[in-house]
């Protein structure tokens, strides 16, 4: 089935050290969202990406899609502590497919 | 606050038990999701409601069913509970015409 992987799995950085998290799909996506989950919380929307080369950022995330649209990133310039949790790339359900998670890059920022 | 409600927040349980999990999706959204999440991983995708008719289904065991109700809010039942279905079990709501989806805080379920 298809499936949607995610690395690193975990990720140890030092503050101010960039960060970057890779989505990889066997299939073209339709499109892609990220995701952010603190430690003990629940996931929370961050970016969708629709077009083909897609580049959007907020602030010091900067989120990619690929030319073929079959990989994304999401990069973190100068990490800090506030950024710790996991983050997930995701293909939402759409024309009643279900949604489709990656596992998840957990990132551990050392002060 | 993401407007999404689960109840309860946390549940203890036994071996061959069955319980019920609630959730009310934010004013407006018509689909809700139902996600299980095992310690320190990935979210898993058990099922999909769209406005009272189910519409997509993940890897969701043949013990657990849901369904969502007319005023749109949902439950999870599980039942012939194992130790394994120990987990988070997350609500989630979208919009119509957006896959965005927004989380509740979820229901840490223990069985023991």
């Not at chain 1, 989505?23 to 969708?48: A, E």
């Not at chain 2, 407006?28 to 289904?57: H, P, T």
């Not at chain 2, 919009?95 to 989380?103: I, V």
Request: aromatic fraction near 12%.
């Amino acid at each position: 089935g298809q499936q949607v992987m995610q690395i690193p799995q975990y990720q140890h950085v030092q503050e101010g050290e960039d960060f970057t998290t890779y989505c990889n799909s066997s299939t073209t996506l339709s499109n892609i969202q990220w995701y952010k989950q603190r430690p003990g919380g629940h996931p929370v929307f961050l970016i969708q990406l629709v077009k083909s080369g897609e580049v959007k950022k907020q602030k010091r995330l900067t989120f990619q899609f690929g030319e073929a649209k079959k990989n994304s990133s999401l990069h973190i310039t100068a990490t800090q502590t506030t950024d710790v949790g996991t983050y997930f790339c995701a293909e939402p359900n759409t024309g009643g497919f279900k949604t489709i998670f990656g596992a998840g890059t957990r990132l551990f920022v050392k002060a | 606050d993401s407007g999404v409600t689960q109840t309860p927040k946390h549940l203890i349980t036994a071996t061959g038990q069955r319980v019920t999990l609630r959730c009310s999706p934010r004013s407006g959204d018509l689909s809700v999701y139902w996600y299980q999440q095992s310690l320190d991983q990935g979210l898993q995708f058990l099922i999909q409601y769209y406005n009272g008719e189910e519409r997509a289904k993940g890897n969701i065991l043949e013990r657990f069913s849901a369904q969502q109700f007319p005023d749109l809010h949902s439950e999870l039942n599980l039942s012939s509970l194992e130790l394994g279905d120990s987990a988070l079990y997350f609500c989630a709501s979208s919009g119509p015409g957006t896959g965005t989806q927004y989380f509740g805080p979820g229901t840490r379920l223990l069985v023991l």
